[in-house]
């Protein structure tokens, strides 16, 4: 019985022997008679590409400044006397020449009225003493008088010419004094804090009165570091250097803050040896009165111009120790590895040499590439814009 099933084992391992071999003699010649299969190559990288580009690029430093008011005026009496009234408001605009105060003119009205009875006098006299020296000289060439009482006549009036000139000059001294009871502003401006009222006692020894400072045209006072001077005054900039102050932003403004432009208006002589900079100072427009004196504001200075200069994003440089390279796409759609030199830095752009215009740099996706790789442009998400160097928003160094 063993026997037989032992045998029975042997059969049924013989048969599954030849079934597997004939199923792999078929599957070796269905292998055969298929075509060979093609070797894919590799897949091309998707990438973000921005293009370099030739324009002016100004070098511009930025440095936190202080708004000061060009022309200041603190404004005291030159009499002592008495305030009748107050013709402004605290923290008014003026106009040059808006009245500001007037005082108790009583005394100096008098004088001037008593100074100009007196010249009428005297020009009464001289009227009186010219008709007298013509009717002397009728007479003299009549030989009716002597010489000598023309002589006399003569210089009783060249006497009375001389008193009314001095008549004159009181009148004008008197027109001076009373003058001076009135204020007015010696520019425009706006008014500070007032320190008298109607009826206040005022001296010109005493605490001003008043104080006027300008707002438009302003101010703004920064230091530049000494490394920047050759820059500052190297062709004349001095005179011609543009400046832009940045406006604080409001809380509730969700906009870039305004900027306000201006130009440069006085270099110090000095260098500042304890920081190490010069202090340069600019005057802007403000007809909207956005600065104000004492402000903290950003300022950022260009001090001259690049010329053509191959501009491309900051995001597209690859930095290796002091080395700078991008990845430049070629005709054949593949990345190639290209050294480049950082000229100058600002905001989202660089200023950088080894490049052609319209050279393609790769922006985004450089970290899966090696030289060679095959890539091709991503398409722009939802929102997204083509990435350029133009298009860096917040950049400090725009076109010129």
Known sequence: MKKKTLSLWILAAAIAAGTAGAAWRLSTKGLRSMPPAVSAGPTPQAVSLSMAQKRDVPVTIE????????????????????????????GQFVKRGDLLFSFDDRADRANLEKAQA????????????????????ELRAQNFIAQSAADTVLSQLEAQRALVGADEAAVHASQVAHSYNAIRSPLGGRAGAIAVYPGSL?????????????????????AVPEAQLGSLLAGGTRESAQIHVQLPDAPQQRQSPEALEGAVSFVDNTVDSATGTIRVKGSLANPKHQLWPGQFVTVRMTLYVMKDAIVVPQAAIILRGNE?????????????????????????????????PGERVVLEGKQNLRPGTPVREAQAGPGKAASSPA???????NPA
């Open 324 to 356: 700078r390279s991008v990845y430049v796409v070629d005709a054949a759609g593949q990345a190639q590895l290209k050294r480049v030199q950082q000229r100058y830095a600002a905001g989202e752009i660089a200023v950088v040499e080894g490049l052609q």
């Open 63 to 90: 440095a936190t400044g202080t708004v000061v008011s060009l022309n200041t005026v603190d404004v005291r009496p030159q009499v002592s006397s008495t305030i009748r009234e107050v013709a402004i408001k605290e």
């Open 202 to 222: 005022v001296a010109p020894t005493g605490p001003a009165l008043v104080t006027i400072s300008q707002i438009d045209p302003i101010g703004v006072t920064f």
């Open 118 to 137: 007196q010249l009428l006098r005297d020009k009464a006299s001289l009227a009186d003493l010219e008709r007298q020296w013509s009717r002397a000289q």
């Open 391 to 397: 298009s860096g928003g917040g950049t400090r160094a």
